[in-house]
């Protein structure tokens, strides 16, 4: 039954895409300005990668219609603004907010006259100033869903176990996963006696990912961990956490090596410590690029259909789609398995103790 599921799910993602890359192609169809389909391609791939400050399921780009919802934007300049992103209108019109005026220009916000004047530098780049943006985002709206969601879970599943040793419902599946973590994650990288206080920040960061990643297979358009700004935050707080825990012997072995000729330490140490700042470097980058290639690779092979533009180029374009959308499930969660083992290693170097006799 799941997997009849989950094999309808995928079916319906990819016509989904294809479906509205095909919608953007017909609008453009024999007018006299008529964009390449390449260019067509790289735009609807860009705009489905990209943050928005509205939710849109689909649009008809014929009528110049879109079906979603608008998403408040909140501003800091010179004042307070609270006001709809439906006043950008797409990016179309000014926004005036308590006698300032706004515009949208390449998905960000920009402060302007009541004309939407944006001034470009020589390398063709606004010169405008930007308030302070605090928007509620399409990604900060789905972080937040992705936070209900945990949260619900986790409540529900340590209900179910003030019932019986046996978890119920959804905690059946979702409590190997919990224990998996715990045992072959946890405990051998950090240790069987300080294991436990990391566990909370181990489980909410694997579910976090890994959600996120799922809801961004789907057709809502949904690219919250390929957006390096998550990524960043994500591997900042692995970072503190992981030097709020260093002991004596963490550090020693970072600035001054025991058992390494004196010499070596004064070359070795700028080494390390430059390390240190490189592990989380790698969490931020290694999640950001391959959640980011997985959607561009997908949505440029649904591409392809239009460029071949026959049933058997297009068939075979929608079934590649087809099997990197199962591909991509694995990658959602390898990627939430990786950032827990790797965060879960640098908390491990960091309260290890060292016997220095040996």
């Known amino acids: 039954m799941q997997s009849k599921f989950l094999v309808k799910f995928l079916t319906v993602t990819v016509l989904v895409f294809s479906l509205n890359l095909n919608a953007q192609h017909e609008a453009h169809e024999g007018s006299e300005d008529e964009k390449d389909i390449k260019t067509e391609i790289k735009e609807s791939i860009n705009h489905h990668i990209q943050d928005s400050y509205d939710f849109i399921f689909f649009s008809d780009t014929e009528n110049n219609k879109h079906y979603g919802f608008s998403l408040p934007v909140i501003l800091i300049d010179e004042g307070f603004h609270l006001f709809s992103s439906s006043k950008f209108h797409h990016g179309e019109t000014v926004a005036e907010s308590n006698g300032k005026y706004y515009k949208l220009y390449h998905n960000k916000i920009y402060s302007t006259d009541a004309e939407g004047t944006i001034n470009l530098d020589d390398h063709q780049h606004p010169t405008n100033p930007k308030p302070l943006d605090f928007s509620i ?28 040793p046996i978890a119920k419902g959804a905690g059946r599946f979702f ?26 920040y181990l489980l909410t960061v694997f579910f976090f990912v890994w959600f996120l990643n799922l809801f961004g297979l789907t057709p809502l358009g949904v690219n919250v961990t390929g957006n390096i700004a998550v990524t960043f935050a994500l591997a900042i707080i692995t970072f503190i956490i992981t030097q709020l825990s ?7 072995h970072i600035f001054w090596m ?11 140490a700028p080494i390390e410590l430059l390390g240190v700042f490189i592990k989380p470097f790698a969490l931020m980058i290694r999640l950001y690029a391959n959640i980011m290639a997985g959607h561009v690779v997908l949505m440029s092979i649904i591409g392809l259909v239009f460029i071949f533009q026959n049933w058997l180029g297009g068939a075979l374009s929608l079934f590649l789609a087809f099997f990197l959308s199962i591909i991509e499930l694995l990658v959602a969660a390898l990627q939430a398995y990786i950032f827990t083992l790797l965060s879960a290693l640098y908390f491990g170097f960091a309260v290890e103790e060292h016997d220095e006799a040996h």
């Open 258 to 268: 025991p058992g390494v000729p004196v010499p070596m330490k004064f070359i070795l």
């Open 175 to 200: 409590e190997p996963i919990i224990v998996y973590i715990r045992d072959d994650i946890a405990r051998p990288n950090i240790g069987e006696t300080k294991y436990k206080k990391y566990m909370p």
């Open 137 to 164: 985002t399409k990604g900060v709206l789905m972080i937040m869903i992705t936070g209900a969601l945990m949260l619900l879970l986790f409540i529900g599943l340590a209900r179910s176990f003030g019932k019986g």
């Open 246 to 252: 260093g002991n004596k012997n963490y550090w020693k």
